[in-house]
């Protein structure tokens, strides 16, 4: 259970508590997965940028790269 707390970012008291409550305890990121959701996030905010570039270019061109900003977002969501 010890480990679980440290994981989770809570005291082995509080984690007992909330357990006990029956509420959410989620684990927190570690450094490597803040530092990947940081990257992703700045993929989509490039990509987002390109596919503003090709708007009025090449529309299909934007909507690919609009749709695989979409799913790196959708995908961000996911680990928060």
Not at 4 to 20: D, I, V
Request: proline share 1%; net charge positive; charged share 30%.
């Amino acid at each position: 259970m010890l480990i679980k707390a440290k994981k989770s970012g809570l005291t082995l008291s509080e984690y007992c508590r909330r357990s006990a409550f029956g509420l959410d305890i989620t684990e927190r990121l570690s450094d490597d997965q803040i530092a990947i959701y940081k990257t992703l996030l700045q993929f989509h905010n490039n990509f987002k940028w390109i596919g503003n570039m090709f708007r009025k270019k090449d529309p299909h061109l934007a909507s690919a790269v609009y749709k695989l900003a979409k799913e790196i977002k959708s995908h961000l969501q996911k680990i928060t």
